[in-house]
């Protein structure tokens, strides 16, 4: 048991005397008393990867208590085989001065001594996010509805369609709404007043919500790690059109969806999230067309909200998920 435990098993009731380092009786100060000083508690996301090495934990538990920020919730996974070490924290400061930026400086010094990437996140201040859709809108209706139940903590700040088929739902929704066709000629252009509207709407993350358009290598640069895609995904995969009516005359016994990050390698990005469900010779193609789609709303939906809530944490071509 080390002094802080120790010291804290000493206290008995409220208002209770406890003996201190030199065997004298000090005043304990009521818990009731103390709870009703408090200054109410704002809580704090640091997510963190490095190198792995002994002390990282002490170091930054230390830092936290150093500054009055109590833990409520820790995960921590060390990858062996790339000798990296991740974290996440919750923790809740009452110091009315903690902000987000203030935290962030603060904690540079610590993560400068182990050559950590960190972040740090106020989850009351939902993300912004820019969906990207072309006609097919079932992931676009199920994001609208749980952003505004708030099971997806984000807003969507707009939309943008190379069609205008989602329009009116959009719109109705109070999103704005923004048509831009794309050709092989117009791509550049439109790609360009995409991050227009992204710097405009001060949006922290891209969703493709069955966004049926290739992404150029550049921005699938640019996007690294703030855009995410759902993909449907077959065992055996399937490209191309009618995935579903392919993987039927295929008799396939499995089919899934795959939430993964946006990079310029086509549906290979980091996977965040896969929903899976079993089927049968009695199902025909649109009923695989049916189930694929819940399918595609529930994993995107899954990796969206994992991502706003700091609980994704890229490890090269994979990732690190604290659910």
Known sequence: MDGAHATAGAAGPAGARAPD????????PSTSAAVRAAAPAVRRVLTLTCPDAVGIVHAVSGFLAGRRANIVDSQQF???????????LAVDVTDPHESVATLRDAFAEVAGRFVMQF??????????????????DHCLYDLIYRCRAGTVPATIAAVVSNHPDTRELVESAGIPFHHLPVTPDTKVEAESRMRELAGAYDVDLWILARYMQILS?????????KAINIHHSFLPSFRGARPYHQAYARGVKLIGATAH?????????????????????????????????DLECQALARGVRWHVENRVVLNGLRTVVFR
């Open 78 to 88: 060390s990858d062996t085989d790339a000798d990296l070490f991740f974290m996440r």
């Open 119 to 136: 972040d740090v996140m106020d989850p009351a201040q939902p993300k912004r996010l820019l969906v990207l859709v072309s006609k097919l």
């Open 261 to 293: 990050y946006v990079t310029a390698d086509l549906d290979e990005g980091p996977i965040i999230e896969q929903e899976v469900a079993r089927v049968d010779h009695t199902m025909g193609p649109n009923t695989l067309v049916d189930v694929g789609r």
């Open 21 to 28: 380092r030199m065997g004298t009786m000090a005043s304990v």
């Open 217 to 225: 290598p550049r921005l699938c640069a640019e996007l690294a790690g």
